[in-house]
């Protein structure tokens, strides 16, 4: 079955292996390792703390936000319907 991403709306192959969380939305390699990057900005520019459950839900919610499955109002996006996922409005 293929895969498109839900950040990029590329088509995913079969055979490459994502990472288990990138799997769940799915989302490619390439944009994961965006997010990682991105993932410690945001960490960096709200002083999160990831011993606190709060701080990593927000963690969390902008890794939604980012892939593309959440609004930044925090809608759950249904991705499969083209018109709703728009993953390059900025948060």
Request: aromatic share 8%; glycine share 2%; proline share 8%.
């Amino acid at each position: 079955m293929a895969r498109n991403c839900t950040k990029c709306k590329k088509e995913i192959p079969d055979n490459v292996e994502l990472d288990p969380i990138a799997a769940a939305y799915p989302c490619c390699n390439e944009c994961w390792e965006e997010w990682k990057q991105y993932r410690v900005m945001v960490m960096n520019e709200m002083r999160l703390d990831m011993s606190m459950p709060d701080h990593r839900k927000v963690v969390k919610k902008y890794e939604k936000v980012f892939v593309g499955v959440m609004t930044p109002e925090g809608e759950i996006v249904n991705f499969a319907d083209e018109n709703q996922r728009k993953p390059d409005k900025p948060l």
